[in-house]
């Protein structure tokens, strides 16, 4: 049977990807940012998992505002890089585990999550970009992934509590999954952070620090606030914490701390790093 080790958390920022182009790793905008990933990367050379359920948000590079689905799984044997706008050069593909891909569409859909399947999908900066952090020197990425897609983009968006529920039925269903395989859960994304109009810049580092402290014990606290609260404390990109949220319910529980990290700022954002072991 399939093992869950643990879930990964990352915000995740196109600056990145410029950052990770021009190897600015010892530039002091970016030397505290890039400090953050080595623990986690140790975690993952002893972990050693196989397949990534990543749980992210599109930013217009399947999904445009006329075409929005709520949930979203891809089921392809690989997930090529694109770039939706910042003018990043792409990375190699990644390969995909479609038969997990297709466990999960089996068991999830017919429990009421109406996930969009999409045995095509392409993959923006929101999700590849903590992949590259986590395995920096690896060409392509030693993991499988499953891209879960989240709509944190075009209201309503789904709620906090029913991202932990597909999370959690996710998670179940890979433990059922007749495979040795070890899987980890990744959140890409956040934390609070507001792109346009008169919050522009908008950051609330005291909400992102308490949603990393309850995410660890006591992950049912976000799901009290709707989603226009998290909008009015996280900034209307901040929204993208229920990637966090979803890969959290995924893993179960309870989890150790293996690294937290928060820097202020990358970019309009922090940077915001969970790793958690089962
Ligand atoms: C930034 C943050 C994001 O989440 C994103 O998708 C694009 C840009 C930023 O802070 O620059
Ligand atoms: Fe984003």
Same mark, same amino acid.
């Given at each position: 049977?399939? %093992? !869950?080790?643990?879930?990964?958390?990352?915000?995740h920022v196109p600056a990145i990807g410029r950052a990770l +182009?021009? %190897? /600015? #790793?010892?530039?002091? #905008?970016? &030397?505290p940012f890039f400090t953050a990933y080595p623990p986690v990367r140790a975690w993952l050379n002893e972990t050693k998992p196989d397949v990534a359920v990543v749980f992210a948000n599109d930013h217009g590079l399947n999904f445009f505002l006329d075409k929005m689905p709520t949930f979203a799984i891809g089921a392809a044997d690989r997930y090529e890089n694109a770039d939706e706008g910042w003018g990043l050069k792409p990375f190699a593909p990644v390969a995909? +585990?479609? %038969? /997990?891909?297709? $466990?999960? !569409?089996? +068991?999830v859909i017919p429990q009421g999550f109406d996930l969009t399947v999409c045995q095509e999908m392409l993959i923006d $900066?929101? /999700?590849?970009?903590?992949?590259?952090?986590?395995w920096p020197d690896a060409e392509p990425l030693p993991i499988r992934i499953v891209p879960v897609n989240i709509n944190t983009v075009l209201f309503p968006l789904p709620s906090?509590?029913?991202?932990?529920?597909?999370?959690?039925? !996710?998670? %179940?269903? *890979?433990?059922?999954?007749?495979?040795?395989?070890?899987? *980890?859960?990744i959140g890409c994304g956040g934390l609070s952070h507001q792109l346009e109009g008169e919050r522009a810049g908008f950051i609330n580092p005291e909400f992102d620090q308490i949603f990393m402290d309850r995410l660890v014990d006591d992950p049912e606290w976000i799901t009290r606030f709707d989603n226009e609260e998290l909008v009015e404390?996280?900034?209307?990109?901040? *929204? +993208?914490?229920?990637?966090?949220?979803?890969? &959290?319910?995924?893993?179960?529980?309870?989890?150790? *701390?293996? $690294?937290?990290?928060? $820097?202020?700022?990358i970019s309009n954002t922090a940077t915001g790093l969970l790793a958690l072991a089962a």
């Amino acid at each position: 049977m399939a %093992e !869950i080790v643990g879930a990964l958390m990352s915000s995740h920022v196109p600056a990145i990807g410029r950052a990770l +182009e021009r %190897e /600015l #790793y010892g530039d002091p #905008y970016w &030397r505290p940012f890039f400090t953050a990933y080595p623990p986690v990367r140790a975690w993952l050379n002893e972990t050693k998992p196989d397949v990534a359920v990543v749980f992210a948000n599109d930013h217009g590079l399947n999904f445009f505002l006329d075409k929005m689905p709520t949930f979203a799984i891809g089921a392809a044997d690989r997930y090529e890089n694109a770039d939706e706008g910042w003018g990043l050069k792409p990375f190699a593909p990644v390969a995909g +585990e479609p %038969e /997990l891909s297709w $466990h999960l !569409i089996d +068991e999830v859909i017919p429990q009421g999550f109406d996930l969009t399947v999409c045995q095509e999908m392409l993959i923006d $900066h929101g /999700l590849l970009l903590p992949l590259r952090l986590f395995w920096p020197d690896a060409e392509p990425l030693p993991i499988r992934i499953v891209p879960v897609n989240i709509n944190t983009v075009l209201f309503p968006l789904p709620s906090a509590a029913r991202c932990q529920a597909l999370g959690q039925a !996710i998670g %179940e269903a *890979v433990r059922r999954w007749k495979r040795d395989a070890r899987v *980890v859960m990744i959140g890409c994304g956040g934390l609070s952070h507001q792109l346009e109009g008169e919050r522009a810049g908008f950051i609330n580092p005291e909400f992102d620090q308490i949603f990393m402290d309850r995410l660890v014990d006591d992950p049912e606290w976000i799901t009290r606030f709707d989603n226009e609260e998290l909008v009015e404390l996280t900034g209307s990109q901040g *929204v +993208e914490l229920l990637n966090w949220v979803a890969a &959290r319910a995924a893993a179960g529980g309870p989890l150790r *701390v293996v $690294h937290r990290y928060y $820097h202020l700022p990358i970019s309009n954002t922090a940077t915001g790093l969970l790793a958690l072991a089962a």
